[in-house]
């Protein structure tokens, strides 16, 4: 099956930094590489996705990159928010999702 | 997401006791999904399905079972043989399989 890693597991970062969060994966077959953003006690909800036939996606703020060829893809936030801190899961897959651990953002105002 | 329902918010189970957590969805998705959720942890995928009168075990099934008899409903129901049931339990549904898949407000099952 896949097996995931998700680095960093907890980010802080200052109001207006960036930041990055990266997921490996193991699965050459996968080809669906979301990511999403859980707050607490709340839904997961779909922040940004990306297929294999293409390097990169951005929406606004938020971008996502994907290596194929090393089995990485990351997520990119700039001009981070107090609103943005969350925990965020990468959930790579081909006909099903294998989620990460999660990545606990946090942004200080 | 304001299309996939789950029923109740909190469920409180017996021991011995079998419960049934419900998941509607009205978007006319092909596919669902149960997925259960531990304190500090990602999701880990329990069953799926993706027509009606099927369904998979995901990496999880030991425990729970399924059933999928109409499109709109795929309930969930946790026997007595899931020895830690305690858990966030999140339904998701997807127009077909490996679209994007949209999450319903979540279960919370407590033991008492």
């Known amino acids: 099956g896949e097996n995931v890693e998700q680095h960093p597991s907890t980010l802080s970062v200052q109001e207006g930094d960036s930041a990055v969060i990266k997921c490996t994966y193991s699965?050459?077959?996968?080809?669906?590489f979301p990511w999403y953003k859980q707050e607490l006690g709340k839904r997961p909800q779909l922040i940004i996705d990306?297929?294999?036939?293409?390097g990169e996606k951005k929406d606004q703020r938020i971008a996502v990159t994907l290596n194929k060829t090393a089995k990485h893809f990351s997520l990119h936030i700039t001009e981070t928010q107090p609103e943005d801190s969350a925990v965020y899961f990468c959930?790579?897959?081909?006909?099903?999702?294998?989620f990460g651990k999660g990545t606990m953002l946090l942004v200080s105002p | 997401d304001g299309g996939i329902t789950q029923s109740p918010k909190y469920l409180f189970r017996k021991e011995g006791q079998n419960v049934t957590l419900s998941c509607e969805q009205n978007?006319?998705?092909?596919?669902m999904y149960w997925y259960r959720q531990d304190p500090g942890q990602g999701l880990r995928l329990i069953y799926y399905?993706?027509?009606?009168?099927?369904?998979q075990k995901g990496d999880i099934a030991e425990g729970y079972s399924v059933s999928r008899e109409k499109k709109e409903s795929f309930p969930l129901t946790v026997t007595s043989a899931q020895k830690n049931p305690t858990a966030f339990y999140l339904c998701?549904?997807?127009?077909?399989?490996?679209?994007?898949?949209?999450f319903g407000p979540g279960t919370r099952l407590l033991v008492l």
């Open positions: 959930a790579p897959g081909y006909s099903t999702l294998t």
């Open positions: 990306i297929r294999s036939n293409v």
């Open positions: 978007l006319n998705h092909d596919a």
């Open positions: 998701a549904s997807s127009r077909a399989e490996r679209e994007t898949q949209y």
């Open positions: 399905s993706q027509i009606v009168n099927d369904f």
């Open positions: 699965d050459s077959a996968s080809n669906y």
